[in-house]
């Protein structure tokens, strides 16, 4: 069975920093390209940092040198670590899992991040 949870979202003041984790068994997560995405109240979702099932990274603009994506096959897992926080991160993130060889995708309930002093 397919799942996608994240964790690690939270409360953090700015210029902090936090980690968020994606566990995603049930599919060739190998095989998949594994994003981060993010959605404000009132905006539409943007993604944020992505990994493919080859390590290659890409990075927002805006995060580029502030977040960072890694993934661990042996545990399904990818990760986000954020550091440096700004109020204009706040948002819930999303994980997301594509395949590399089809249209097969799947995405998390997402875990909210709120930047605030």
């Known amino acids: 069975q397919v799942q996608v949870v994240e964790s690690g979202g939270g409360l953090v003041q700015p210029g902090g920093s936090l980690n968020l984790s994606c566990v995603a068994p049930?599919?060739?997560?190998?095989?998949?390209?594994m994003g981060w995405y993010r959605q404000a109240p009132g905006d539409e979702r943007e993604r944020v940092a992505q990994?493919?099932?080859?390590?290659?990274?890409d990075y927002a603009d805006s995060v580029k040198g502030r977040f960072t994506i890694s993934r661990d096959n042996a545990k399904d897992t990818v990760y986000l670590q954020m550091t440096d926080l700004k109020p204009e991160d706040t948002a819930v993130y999303y994980c997301?899992?594509?395949?590399?060889?089809?249209?097969?995708?799947?995405w998390g309930q997402g875990t909210p991040v709120t930047v605030s002093s």
């Open positions: 990994i493919s099932s080859k390590f290659i990274r």
């Open positions: 997301h899992a594509q395949s590399d060889y089809g249209p097969w995708n799947y």
């Open positions: 049930g599919f060739e997560f190998d095989l998949y390209t």
